[in-house]
């Protein structure tokens, strides 16, 4: 069998625990499609949230507290860039992430495409599956709001790191994402998949990006292979992050319905097949998409595993 998951940020990089633990179970093979939409350039190095937390988290550094960032993380270099003033000081780096990131921008400034980054990366932490990058071109999350009274796009990373998305808000663009094509690797994995997961993301600013590359999109809404999401709400809240404030801002029922019926079925040109809900939303119904309720909260990787096998059953 062969598996793909669209994903990004720290719910995604759990569940792909769980998608690991069963696809070794089962013999079968696991590509991850991982958001950019975060990607930012700061202190002249190109940073990729999504990636990283996937690769530490299945490479076992990732920092089980925060959620984010490696393990035993110390902040040196923030703390002499306070010093010498440089902004913005609202974002730090810290000191072990630095050197992935400095990798990273040194293969890039060679001419290297951030698939084949991601993949010389992955050498080292060995993830277990092959990850890919959305797109090896420029794609960022943008964030239109009011601060200081005007209106004006900020970087994701700004709205959530700097305001922590506490800005009158009003759209999410996804820059660069209509000339942007699928990375290396991405639109074969897609067309090779018995299945399609989509994780329990947020939906508007981890997964949406990764479907706004269109022959991505239209590589997944085309293609043979069954696509079963879950939900990253359970009970009308997000497990973490932000859903609910993004969700808002598009007018988008906090719930797992209604996330579900944002993406839509597939039959009538939306995302999904199957849509797997928690225990406690066992009510919520997706017209055209097949509905099952089970335990979804990821408390340890058996449980994440249990509920992939669920999400694969679903698609048959």
Same mark, same amino acid.
């Given at each position: 069998m062969r598996?793909?998951?669209?994903?990004g940020?720290?719910?995604?990089a759990r569940?792909l625990l769980?998608v690991?633990?069963h696809?070794r179970?089962?013999?079968?093979?696991?590509?991850?499609i991982?958001?950019?939409?975060?990607?930012?350039?700061?202190h002249g190095l190109?940073i990729c949230p999504?990636?990283?937390?996937?690769?530490?988290?299945?490479?076992?550094?990732?920092d089980p507290?925060?959620?984010?960032?490696?393990?035993?993380?110390?902040?040196?270099?923030?703390?002499e860039?306070a010093?010498?003033?440089?902004e913005?000081?609202?974002?730090?780096l810290g000191d072990k992430?630095?050197a992935?990131?400095l990798v990273?921008?040194?293969?890039l400034?060679a001419g290297?495409?951030?698939s084949?980054v991601?993949?010389?990366l992955c050498?080292r932490w060995?993830?277990?599956?092959?990850?890919l990058?959305a797109?090896?071109?420029?794609?960022?999350?943008h964030v239109?709001?009011?601060?200081?009274?005007?209106?004006?796009?900020i970087?994701?990373?700004e709205?959530?790191?700097?305001?922590?998305g506490?800005?009158p808000?009003?759209?999410?663009?996804f820059?660069?994402a209509? @000339?942007? %094509?699928?990375? *290396?690797g991405?639109?074969?994995?897609?067309? +090779? !998949?018995? /299945?399609?997961?989509?994780?329990p993301?947020?939906?508007?600013v981890?997964?949406?990006?990764?479907?706004a590359?269109?022959?991505?999109?239209d590589a997944?809404?085309?293609?043979?292979a069954?696509v079963?999401?879950v939900?990253?709400?359970?009970g009308g809240?997000?497990v973490?992050g932000? @859903?609910? %404030?993004?969700? *808002?801002t598009l007018?988008?029922?906090v719930? +797992? !319905?209604? /996330?579900?019926r944002?993406?839509?079925?597939?039959a009538?040109?939306?995302?999904?097949d199957g849509w797997l809900v928690?225990t406690?939303?066992?009510?919520?119904?997706?017209?055209?998409?097949r509905t099952?309720?089970?335990p979804l909260?990821?408390?340890?990787e058996?449980l994440t595993a249990?509920m992939?096998?669920e999400?694969l059953?679903?698609a048959?």
């Amino acid at each position: 069998m062969r598996i793909v998951v669209l994903t990004g940020g720290i719910g995604g990089a759990r569940f792909l625990l769980g998608v690991r633990a069963h696809a070794r179970a089962i013999g079968a093979d696991v590509t991850a499609i991982v958001n950019v939409g975060d990607d930012v350039r700061m202190h002249g190095l190109q940073i990729c949230p999504d990636l990283d937390s996937v690769m530490y988290t299945l490479g076992g550094a990732a920092d089980p507290e925060r959620g984010w960032g490696r393990v035993g993380e110390t902040w040196v270099v923030k703390e002499e860039l306070a010093k010498y003033g440089v902004e913005p000081s609202w974002f730090g780096l810290g000191d072990k992430d630095t050197a992935t990131h400095l990798v990273r921008t040194t293969m890039l400034n060679a001419g290297y495409p951030l698939s084949a980054v991601t993949r010389a990366l992955c050498e080292r932490w060995q993830p277990g599956i092959t990850m890919l990058p959305a797109t090896d071109d420029r794609l960022e999350t943008h964030v239109v709001v009011d601060v200081e009274g005007e209106r004006k796009a900020i970087h994701f990373q700004e709205w959530w790191v700097r305001y922590r998305g506490d800005l009158p808000t009003h759209r999410f663009v996804f820059r660069g994402a209509e @000339a942007a %094509k699928p990375a *290396a690797g991405v639109l074969d994995a897609i067309a +090779a !998949a018995d /299945v399609i997961l989509v994780a329990p993301s947020n939906p508007v600013v981890s997964i949406a990006p990764v479907l706004a590359v269109p022959a991505l999109k239209d590589a997944v809404a085309n293609g043979s292979a069954p696509v079963v999401g879950v939900s990253p709400i359970i009970g009308g809240s997000p497990v973490r992050g932000m @859903a609910d %404030k993004c969700l *808002a801002t598009l007018e988008v029922e906090v719930s +797992a !319905a209604g /996330v579900g019926r944002m993406y839509g079925p597939r039959a009538e040109g939306g995302l999904l097949d199957g849509w797997l809900v928690d225990t406690s939303d066992a009510e919520a119904q997706v017209p055209g998409v097949r509905t099952r309720a089970v335990p979804l909260w990821m408390k340890d990787e058996s449980l994440t595993a249990r509920m992939v096998a669920e999400a694969l059953e679903l698609a048959r």
